[in-house]
């Protein structure tokens, strides 16, 4: 009896130290832009993608469908929202609306399976909108707390195979780390929402540990905190195989400089270099049982 | 002892229910974390309502063709593409935005990146058109406003050279491109053509 328990006790602690076994090869789900013309327009797009992705939906685990709004804004003094990718702005009132229709699209077409639906956005020159620091915190803040209102909805529905997060594709090249840090700071300060970071390692280093430049006056340091401070779960775009290898450099640099470093899974593209099944195999490759069954696709 | 083996075999429990190797977590969540990754273990896979609810009345609104400059976000990833302008239209059924410019890694390699999307089924593609060494792509030339029908836009190189991309192939073609350049793309669901991917005014007309 002695030795048994010895024996679990030993397997308790190995989960806390070692990797988790490697994920298997995921199937991709989709994932889309966010294109609308008007609040109504946009909740309606909104049920068709919640409709179709639980219809398209393989397998039976928890899947991440991912709404991609545009940039994040503060649209007057008190309404923080996003410019979508027809260039229209959406408070967050109306994004918390489409999301909820996304909801009912999935429940509604609902086959198996659950679903994380998630509030994404960017950091799109956010300082050249005339976004200050304090603004940006703001948007990461309420853009959790939208999130949450989108679980409390789900909860209020009876929709027990959904919940609600949120994410950020925070690209190096389109503002600076030190602005772009405060959304993940005020996401990490509302404290509710997961923070999914979708987004390329841009012109990081490609081999090495070292905290090397990126594009934009960023460092693999930069890359790795709003990738994993708080509430950050690093989501990466695998477009070529180059992104997997500086994915893997912040990996290595955030786990020897700061804390455990681990993958949700990854971002894919159809028409780029990698398929996304070959996407996620090559990151998997660099960082064996260090990245999660998620996979998500735009264009899948 | 049984007590012993029944905590031990607890956290082993919830340890794996915390969905740890789907997110990539090796052994414990981190403390930042651990709430909401719990609540993301405990999704169930069906629901307690099992009635439809009512979908929303469908929304018919076209965006009528525009260009998009640099105060529009972007969906494409610098590592992909270096946008120097794009281009917007949707009859409020199917939408379809092309975005030039140039190869994330090389800026000699011009690049189109067509998205299409869906509105009515949900289904997006995205596309990517690569004209070879023109160096960065432009769009020069596009119908604007409200379109009965759009089948092309003019493409501008850096060395002032003239393109075409024809929307219903997503091809490029050019008087002194000896070929039209379309990536071998695993694109899954094409939409299929529709009337506002037919060009009313032809750009150069």
Known sequence: ?300 | MLRLLTVAACVLAVGGAFAIPRLGFAGSAPPDKAAALRRLGAIATTDSNTKPVAPPDPVVRSIPARMLGPDAPTPIPPAVLRVRNGWLASDGRTLVAVYAGSAGDDPSVGRLVVVRQNLVSGNQTVRIVAPDTTGALAIAGAPLGLLAKTAALRIRTTRGRLLRLDLDTDTVAGSTLTRSSRTAATVTHRLPPRSSDQVSHPPGR
Not at chain 1, 69 to 90: P, V
Not at chain 1, 261 to 276: D, I, N
């Open chain 1, 1 to 300: 009896m002695r030795r048994a328990a010895v024996l679990l006790a030993s397997l308790v602690a190995g989960l806390a130290t070692f990797p988790g076994a490697a994920a298997a090869t995921p199937a991709p789900v989709a994932a889309w832009y966010v294109y609308g013309s008007t609040p109504a327009a946009l909740s309606s797009s909104a049920y068709a993608h919640g409709c179709d992705f639980a219809k398209a939906q393989p397998g039976a685990g928890v899947r991440i469908l991912l709404l991609d709004f545009g940039a994040a804004r503060k649209l007057n003094s008190n309404t923080w929202g996003a410019i979508d990718f027809s260039n229209a702005t959406f408070s967050n009132a109306d994004i918390l609306a489409a999301l909820e229709r996304a909801a009912d699209g999935y429940h509604n077409c609902h086959v198996r399976g659950s679903a994380d639906i998630v509030y994404g956005n960017s950091n799109y020159h956010l300082t050249a909108s005339g976004m200050s620091s304090t603004d940006v915190w703001y948007a990461g803040y309420h853009q959790s707390e939208t999130a949450q209102a989108l679980s409390s909805y789900q909860a209020s529905k009876g929709y027990g195979s959904q919940t609600a997060d949120a994410a950020s594709d925070m690209e190096p090249s389109w503002d600076a780390a030190s602005i772009t840090k405060q959304l993940v700071n005020g996401e990490a300060a509302q404290g509710w929402a997961l923070y999914y970071d979708f987004r390329s390692a841009d012109g990081c280093p490609q081999s090495g540990s070292a905290d090397g430049p990126c594009n934009n006056g960023w460092h693999a340091s930069d890359v790795g905190y709003v990738s994993d401070h708080g509430l950050a779960v690093p989501l990466p775009e695998i477009y070529y195989p180059v992104n997997a290898n500086q994915w893997t450099v912040v990996r290595k640099w955030w786990t020897a400089n700061q804390s455990r470093y681990s993958f949700a899974g990854v971002t894919a593209s159809t028409g780029v270099g990698l398929t996304p099944v070959a996407a996620w195999n090559t990151l998997g490759s660099l960082n064996s049982g260090l990245v999660g069954s998620e996979l998500a696709c735009f264009g899948c």
